[in-house]
């Protein structure tokens, strides 16, 4: 396949991104999630969130491996301080070959894109405004970064998987329990909704470790396996 012309960049920035993450970095929250679809088991999602110094402040990186059926999806986010993301990679796998690679790399207000698939490469800018989040699809981890944006009412999120780019809503429905490893736990549970009615509700604890996310309108559930330490 043809290399497209922002590949070079894209590389450099996330071996930077990576060097950065590397050097006194302190590990921010890390475990694995059980999903479920309709009820039934659908497969698992281990992630590690690390804060590192960077110029200016901090950076965060997530990096996670999910197993769901056939697919298989690793992933390397990194965002300043609010989450904002600045870089990003994906593999994607479909019964053992993969299918997608999604490389990303942020300027001031702007995240750029790199799409390669069998058919061929394509890119795409989106626009960083108000904390735009990166939410990519089906990757429960990345829901960590919600709690970045709190209080706010109204944040951006960009789904790279699948081209979009919406504005959402974000409302507290209050105090609620979620069983972690067969232990109730305090948590506050947030309800994220698009346009058109799909809603994604999430789960926090008292220290903004996410516990728990359900997507009602595809049936998945996402839920630690252990508590955060």
Avoid: C
């Avoid at 590389?11 to 006194?24: K, R, Y």
């Avoid at 942020?106 to 626009?127: C, D, F, H, Q, W």
């Amino acid at each position: 396949m043809r290399s497209h012309p922002l590949r070079p960049v894209l590389l450099s920035l996330l071996l930077v991104t990576s060097a950065l993450g590397a050097q006194n970095s302190a590990v921010v929250d890390e475990g694995t999630f059980t999903v479920s679809q309709k009820g039934a088991p659908l497969g698992r999602e281990a992630f590690r969130i690390v804060r590192a110094p960077a110029p200016g402040g901090q950076v965060y990186r997530a990096t996670g491996q999910s197993a769901l059926g056939d697919t298989r999806v690793t992933t390397s986010l990194g965002t300043d301080s609010l989450g904002v993301p600045v870089s990003y990679e994906s593999e994607l796998s479909l019964k053992g070959e993969v299918t997608q690679r999604l490389q990303g790399r942020g300027r001031p207000g702007r995240l750029a894109i790199l799409m390669n698939t069998k058919t061929g490469e394509s890119a795409r800018e989106y626009v960083l405004n108000n904390g735009t989040l990166l939410l990519d699809e089906d990757i429960f981890h990345h829901f960590f970064f919600v709690a970045l944006a709190l209080p706010r009412s109204q944040l951006g999120a960009i789904s790279p998987r699948i081209g979009q780019q919406l504005r959402l809503q974000l409302e507290e429905l209050g105090e609620d329990t979620v069983d972690v490893g067969g232990k109730p736990m305090p948590a506050r549970r947030y309800a994220l909704s698009a346009p058109g009615g799909t809603t994604r509700d999430i789960w926090i604890d008292a220290k903004g470790r996410l516990l728990k996310v359900a997507i009602p309108a595809k049936g998945l559930v996402a839920v630690r396996d252990d508590p955060p330490r």
